[in-house]
Structures are given as structure tokens and as C-alpha cells.
């Protein structure tokens, strides 16, 4: 068990899911826009993967263990050496997908970025009238010479890099060659509009229309070269705030110190000479391995705007209107007789994310609630939750928002709502001192004349309605008073330190949660040795935990059967003879992204399910308070396993299946689970049941010995 070919690397194996989201865009069935659109995930991933994951590689020594939780045992060295050939394969195929496929298609369609260099003579007028009203007022070119030093490049802007020399020498002593920098406005839309008179759309980049005006920004200058650059900085940063008095001075701080983050990757035009990618390079303190040289634009993921642009229906999926629950499509009234009635699960978004948030907004009114309490982790822009907090808090309600600061890159929002929130008399709390608080939980205590009673929302989602329109997730609604005790004790413990002796309805991190799913885990093993039903099923985003991962080869040893369902990373390693041969590992990626967690367990034919906001990872279990809960209405857990597990395990043309060796191989048919989900929502009525275990591992196509350690691996 302590064999490291036993072990995927976790960094590896996330690149692997961004290959996955790249070939969707590679994928001919998906509509153009939509494939654009998958090119821009993928820029946006690897944005944020070298933020923090890169950076925080770069953080250790060469030699140390680069992956200690998942036990797979690459050092940094080799971790780093690996991550670079797989980017550049993977840019490299980006890049060829965007100039060969998708940008011709699109054009034909008509849609076209066009060169500066190709606009007509009347585009040419009307992109020099708005280069001189509104490009050059704005434009703030610098040069780099002994009195210039070089200027602070910002975390993933745009720049153009020129190459320069003196035509003239007046009373300005300018060197007679230098390097300038002329950073590309942010507050300007990178895309600018030009008229065609054939129909469709045609934009021109805001870069490429700075660039072909250098002459007149540098008057008296030859422009020998010039290039687009941007610049990637390390933006991760751990808080030490068991010593810190003031947790939201600290994080402040800390956020100011990310814009000179060091330099992890430097993006570059193609072609560009020697010369001036050295000046550049230079000084960035950059392995070359760290330098992109880019065919093409640059930061794909500002292409999100195209998949927006009005018209163009044809290039995109169908449109999807989220749906509202079938019983609450019978029921005309409010939430809280609804739930009282029965337990309500939500599958996002194919069902509507507006029944959460009329939960919270009838709570703020009601005047029969008493109090509101809840966690934020990320809540987007204009959030309706918070303004119902705000609302609830100005009636008088006892509010208490359980805000987390730490949620990577959504620190100052979340500093904002956590002001707005006290300035109308809600009581905020940040969260326990070094954990982040993940869990995604609602607590209405509501005075409902016989007694007073305890209405719950837990989720596998952020109250993010933005978000749920782009994420599965499920939810549950319930006024169980077991589980609504608990939750209350959970909000004692987040906001007082109070822990009660034993969780009995919930499983709760950092307090057992992983020795509640091994638990659960050795449970099955015993059941499968005394001949009774024994089955895992496991729906996560991610699988690290080397505990958890032990645990589940001990149980395919014992022959139970188990299918995962991991999104993205996943350090085990299916098909192993004698380790793994009984496992199956899937990963689905589609038009949405899969977030919802949810858990199976046979349990001797006494089958339990439960869904949680944790994937099994030690920072999960570790550093971040979580929430596993039990769904146990027999009509709603029915529907979890014959309808939602059932249906995931039957997809086909969207899920990839997991071979020994770390690569994926395409299922390759046409069942969608989500396009399935989809129309179950909108009431086609159609039955599913959870099919059999799966069969036989796909093997890879060649011929390899047990196991394979990482760095050999196809990838």
C-alpha cells in the first residue's frame, strides 16, 4: 500500500481534466461558439493552476516530495519538468484548434477577427477616428533605458513589448536602441467592433490596432519590432492567522502583496526574436521551460465574450430553462408548509436555483422567523442571498452570516458583503481560526404556532445563482428536527467553539469526516465478506486522500465493487490486478460543469446515500469545515439512485473512463446525462435503474507491465 506506482500525481492528474474540457473543444458535434468557449475554460484553468499550483511548487526545494498527501512520490524537479512538457503539448494543440477550426468555422459562420491589415478602406477610417478618441488619450507607453527602470508587469494583462531606435538625436538623449512597454488598457474592450457591409460581425484586436500605430506613438523612433506579452504571477498565499489579532487586516494585506507575486510563466508572441524575447525573459528570472511562445492571441479566456454576443442561436447549445420542482410546480403557497410536507431535493441547474433563494428571501419576510443563519463562501456579484440577509437583518431578525474570507479570489467581494452585512445590524463571523469554511448550509428557525421548528437547506453548491446556472449541484430542504438539531450545533461550533460529543446524523470536517467515509468504507468490506449486498458508489470533483485511497483498494481486495464518478483529479489508480481490479473510475465533462457530491453505500441491502460539499481530499478533511448529510426520504434517495447515480454510470458520450496508467479513454455513444437530467426537468418521462457493476477495465492500447510509475505514462 505504500507503493508509489500505486499513486497518480495530483498535478498530472489535473492537467488531465483540462485535457478533457480541451477536447470538448475539439469535439465537431459540440456548436462553434460552444467550442470556443471550452478553449477559454481551458485558458482560465491553467491561469489558475499556475497561480497557485505551480507557485506553490515553486515554493519547495527541487528534491522534496512534491505531492506528500496523495504518496505518489514524484519530487518537485520531476513534478515541474512533467507539468511543462504536458502544458506546451496541450497549448500547442490549443492554439491549432483555435487558428485551424474554430476561427475559420466561426468566420464562415459569420463571426471574424480580422487583422488590422485586412479592414477596407472605410474600416480603416473608422478604426483610426476611434485609435485617436479613445485608444491613444489612454495609452501610457514607457521606455526602459538607466533613467526608466523597468515597469511593475501586472498579473495577466496585456503588453506590448517594442524594440526601438533613434532616428533623430535632439535635445532628448534617448539611447540609440531600447526596449519600450506600452501596457494594452484594461478599461478598453479588447475586441473592437468594425462595421462589415456583409453582414455577420467583425472585430479587430485592441492590441493588434495599438500595434499598428507604434510610429505614431513613438515619433522620432524607428519601430524595429515589437511583440504582445503577458505575464502570469504567483497569487497563492497561506495566512498565518493563528497569529494574527485581525484576520480581515491580514487577508487585506495579503492581497495587496499578490500584484508583485513572482513570476511563474511568461506568455509571448511567436516569432519574435531572439533579441527581444531575451530582454524580456530577462527579467522575469524564467526557466525556459516557463516561456510560452504563443500563435495566436493571447488570453483566450477573454473569448467568453463572443459565446455572449447577441444573435448567433445556431453556434451555441440549445437554450435551457431551469425548472422549478414538480412538487413545487403543484404547490402554491410557501416554502416552509411545502418542506413540512416532505423534504425537497433540488438537482441544479436543471431545477431552478430560484427556490433557494425565495427560501431566503420568504425567511427576511416572514414575520413569523425568528432567525437566519448561514455560510457564504463564494456569492457573486448584486447576490440576492446577502440582499435578503440585509433585508431580514433590518427587520430585526437575528441574522448570522457566516462569512468566508479565505475563499481564493473571492476575498474582496466577500470583505465587501461581510461590511454590508454589519452596517445593517448582522452579526458576521469569519470563520474558525485556521480553517476555511466550506460547507454550504441555511438555518431558518421559524415560529410555526404549535412549536417552534428548525427549516434547513444544506448543498453541494455555493449560494452562487450565477454559478448554479453553469454548475450541477443538489441540494436538500428539510425540517428533520434530528438533522435541524445538528445543524444548529454545527453553527455553534463555527461561531462559538462548541463541539458537541458525537455527530449522529451528520459527518462533519475537520472533526471525523474521514474516518467517517472509511468507516463507511470498511462497513462494505464486512458486509462483502459475509456474503451480503456491498457496493460504493462515489460522485466528487476530487480523489487525493492516500488514506482514502488505501481504504478503497482494500475494498476492491475484498471484491467489493466500487464506481467513482471524479470530475477532475484522481490520484487512485483503477485496474490493478490484486489492488484495484474491481474499481472503475469516470469523469464526465459536458456542457456543465459537474459539482455535486454525492455518496452510495449498499450497505448489506440496506442501501444509505448521502451528499456533502467535500471531495475526498486532505484539505477537505483537514483544513476546511465540511458537511456530509444523509438523504433519507425512501421517494427522494430512490430517486438519487435509480434516476441521478443511475443515469451519471449510463452516460456514454460525454464520460471518459480512467485506465491504470493515468490517461482517459472516451466511452464513445450517445447517451448525455446532462442533456438526460435536461429533459427529465422538463417533464419527459422516462425510468432508469442503477445498472450492474461494470465489467472489465478498458486496458490501455499497448501492451505494460503491473503498474507504471507517472512519468511514463502516455500523458
Known amino acids: ?25 475539439q469535439d465537431t458535434a459540440v456548436p462553434l461558439l460552444e467550442r470556443l468557449k471550452f478553449l477559454a475554460i481551458f485558458s482560465g484553468n491553467l491561469d489558475e493552476f499556475y497561480m497557485v499550483r505551480v507557485a506553490g511548487l515553486n515554493n519547495r526545494e527541487p528534491a522534496e516530495i512534491s505531492s506528500p498527501e496523495a504518496n505518489d512520490g514524484l519530487t518537485t524537479r520531476e513534478a515541474l519538468e512533467a507539468i511543462s512538457k504536458r502544458i506546451h503539448e496541450l497549448v500547442a494543440e490549443q492554439y491549432r484548434i483555435l487558428r485551424d477550426e474554430v476561427l475559420p468555422g466561426l468566420g464562415k459562420a459569420g ?69 519600450a512597454i506600452i501596457p494594452v488598457p484594461p478599461i478598453l474592450p479588447r475586441f473592437i467592433p468594425v462595421t462589415s457591409g456583409e453582414g455577420g460581425d467583425q472585430f479587430v484586436l485592441l492590441e493588434e490596432l495599438i500595434g499598428s500605430h507604434l510610429g505614431q506613438i513613438f515619433q522620432g523612433f524607428a519601430v524595429q519590432e515589437y511583440t504582445i506579452f503577458r505575464l502570469t504571477r504567483d497569487q497563492d498565499f497561506e495566512l498565518a492567522d493563528q497569529d494574527s489579532e485581525d484576520l480581515l487586516k491580514q487577508i487585506q494585506s495579503e492581497l495587496s502583496k499578490r500584484k508583485r507575486g513572482a513570476a511563474v510563466r511568461l506568455e509571448i508572441g511567436k516569432g519574435v526574436s531572439e533579441g527581444l524575447s531575451r530582454a524580456l525573459t530577462g527579467w522575469f528570472e524564467l526557466e525556459p521551460s516557463d516561456v510560452f511562445a504563443i500563435e495566436g492571441p493571447l488570453n483566450l479566456a477573454s473569448f467568453w465574450t463572443w459565446w455572449g454576443l447577441p444573435g448567433h442561436a445556431t453556434l451555441r ?76 437583518a433590518e427587520r430585526d431578525k437575528q441574522v448570522t452570516a457566516l462569512v468566508e474570507l479565505k475563499a481564493r479570489f473571492d476575498e474582496e467581494a466577500n470583505i465587501e458583503w461581510a461590511r ?127 488514506a482514502v485511497i488505501r481504504a478503497l483498494y482494500r475494498a476492491s481486495q475484498a471484491g467489493v465493487p466500487i464506481e467513482l464518478i471524479v470530475r477532475g483529479i484522481c490520484c487512485l489508480r483503477p485496474g490493478i490486478p490484486e489492488v484495484s481490479d474491481t474499481i472503475r473510475v469516470r469523469s464526465i465533462v459536458g456542457r456543465y460543469l459537474e459539482h455535486s457530491r454525492i455518496f452510495y453505500f449498499a450497505n448489506g441491502g440496506n442501501a444509505e446515500v448521502f451528499l456533502g460539499s467535500a471531495d475526498w481530499m486532505p484539505r477537505n478533511f483537514d483544513r476546511r469545515v465540511e458537511v456530509a448529510f444523509p438523504v433519507e426520504d425512501r421517494a427522494l434517495k430512490q430517486r438519487l439512485i435509480d434516476e441521478i447515480l443511475a443515469v451519471t454510470l449510463l452516460d456514454d458520450a460525454k464520460a471518459r473512463v480512467l485506465r491504470r496508467d493515468g490517461t482517459y479513454a472516451r466511452v464513445g455513444g450517445s447517451l448525455s446525462s446532462q442533456r438526460v437530467f435536461q429533459e427529465l426537468a422538463q417533464g419527459v418521462e422516462r425510468t432508469f435503474q442503477l445498472p450492474p457493476p461494470a465489467g472489465e477495465i478498458p486496458k490501455p492500447e499497448s501492451t505494460r507491465r503491473r503498474t507504471v510509475t507517472p512519468e511514463k505514462t502516455d500523458s
Open 1 to 25: 500500500m505504500e507503493d508509489r506506482d500505486l499513486f497518480i500525481n495530483r498535478e498530472l492528474s489535473w492537467l488531465e481534466f483540462n485535457a478533457r474540457v480541451l477536447e470538448e473543444a
Open 111 to 179: 463571426l471574424n477577427l480580422v487583422a488590422v491589415s485586412q479592414v477596407s478602406a472605410a474600416q480603416a477610417t473608422d478604426l483610426e477616428a476611434y485609435f485617436q478618441q479613445k485608444v491613444m488619450p489612454v495609452l501610457t507607453p514607457m521606455a526602459i533605458d538607466p533613467a526608466h527602470p523597468f515597469p511593475h508587469i501586472q498579473n495577466r494583462s496585456l503588453y506590448l513589448g517594442v524594440f526601438l531606435k533613434t532616428k533623430t538625436r535632439g535635445k532628448v538623449r534617448a539611447p540609440e536602441t531600447f526596449l
Open 420 to 546: 454590508q452585512l454589519e452596517r445593517v445590524g448582522a452579526h458576521v463571523v469569519y470563520g474558525l481560526v485556521g480553517l476555511k469554511t466550506h460547507c454550504k448550509v441555511t438555518l431558518v428557525v421559524r415560529n410555526d404556532g404549535d412549536r417552534i421548528r428548525r427549516y434547513v437547506h444544506l448543498g453541494t453548491g455555493n449560494y452562487n445563482p450565477a454559478t448554479a446556472k453553469m454548475y450541477t449541484d443538489l441540494a436538500l430542504m428539510t425540517c428533520d428536527d434530528r438533522i435541524g438539531e445538528e445543524v444548529a450545533l454545527l453553527f455553534n461550533m463555527m461561531t462559538g467553539y462548541s463541539l458537541p460529543p458525537k455527530w449522529q446524523k451528520i459527518a462533519v470536517a475537520p472533526h471525523g469526516l474521514r474516518e467517517w467515509v472509511i468507516e463507511k468504507i470498511e462497513r462494505e468490506i464486512a458486509h462483502r465478506q459475509a456474503g451480503r449486498d456491498a457496493r460504493i458508489i462515489a460522485k466528487m470533483n476530487a480523489l487525493v486522500d492516500g
Open 317 to 392: 447549445d440549445e437554450l435551457a430553462t431551469p425548472q422549478p420542482p414538480k412538487r413545487l410546480q403543484k404547490h402554491k403557497g410557501d416554502l416552509f408548509s411545502l418542506i413540512r410536507q416532505g423534504d425537497l431535493l433540488l438537482h441544479h441547474p436543471f431545477e431552478g436555483f430560484e427556490t433557494v433563494v425565495d427560501f431566503v428571501q420568504q425567511a427576511a419576510k416572514d414575520p413569523d422567523v425568528l432567525a437566519i443563519k448561514q455560510t457564504l463562501y463564494r456569492t457573486g456579484r448584486n447576490s440576492p442571498v446577502v440582499a435578503a440577509l440585509a433585508h431580514a
